[in-house]
Nanobody, 126 residues
Framework: QVQLVESGGGLVQAGGSLRLSCAAS????????MGWFRQAPGKEREFVAV????????YYTDSVRGRFTISGDNAKTTVYLQMNSLKPEDTAVYYC???????????????????WGQGTQVTVSS
C-alpha cells in the first residue's frame, strides 16, 4: 500500500507560481510512474503530467507544457509539480497518483493509476 500526501496548494494571482509536493509515507516510489492530475468543479479529472524514475522521462498535457515541470527527489520518495505562469483556468484540485511501472495502458488515463493522494486546492485569481 502506498500513501500519498500532497501539499503546496493555495491562492495565487495569474502569472504567479506554486510548487506542489507529493510525499510517500515511509517508502520508495521507485517502482511507480508518478502522475499529476487535476479536477475543476463540474469537470472530469484530467491528466497534467507524468514522470518515470528510470530515465526521468516526462510527458505533459498540451495546456501546461512549457509552464509546468514534474520532477522527483533523489531519494525517490517525493514528487514535485512546479507551476509557473499560472492562469485562472489552472484552478482545480490537484492530485498526485502512482502506478506500477509494469502497468499497461495510457499514462493519461486516471483508471491506470493504483494509488492517489487526497488532493490539494489550487486557485488562480485573475
Amino acid at each position: 500500500q502506498v500513501q500519498l500526501v500532497e501539499s503546496g496548494g493555495g491562492l495565487v494571482q495569474a502569472g504567479g507560481s506554486l510548487r506542489l509536493s507529493c510525499a510517500a509515507s515511509g517508502r520508495s516510489l521507485s517502482s511507480y510512474n508518478m502522475g499529476w492530475f487535476r479536477q475543476a468543479p463540474g469537470k472530469e479529472r484530467e491528466f497534467v503530467a507524468v514522470m518515470s524514475w528510470g530515465g526521468r522521462s516526462t510527458y505533459y498535457t498540451d495546456s501546461v507544457r512549457g509552464r509546468f515541470t514534474i520532477s522527483g527527489d533523489n531519494a525517490k520518495t517525493t514528487v514535485y509539480l512546479q507551476m509557473n505562469s499560472l492562469k485562472p483556468e489552472d484552478t482545480a484540485v490537484y492530485y498526485c497518483a502512482a502506478r506500477l511501472f509494469t502497468t499497461s495502458g495510457a499514462y493519461y488515463s486516471p483508471a491506470r493509476y493504483n494509488y492517489w493522494g487526497q488532493g490539494t486546492q489550487v486557485t488562480v485569481s485573475s
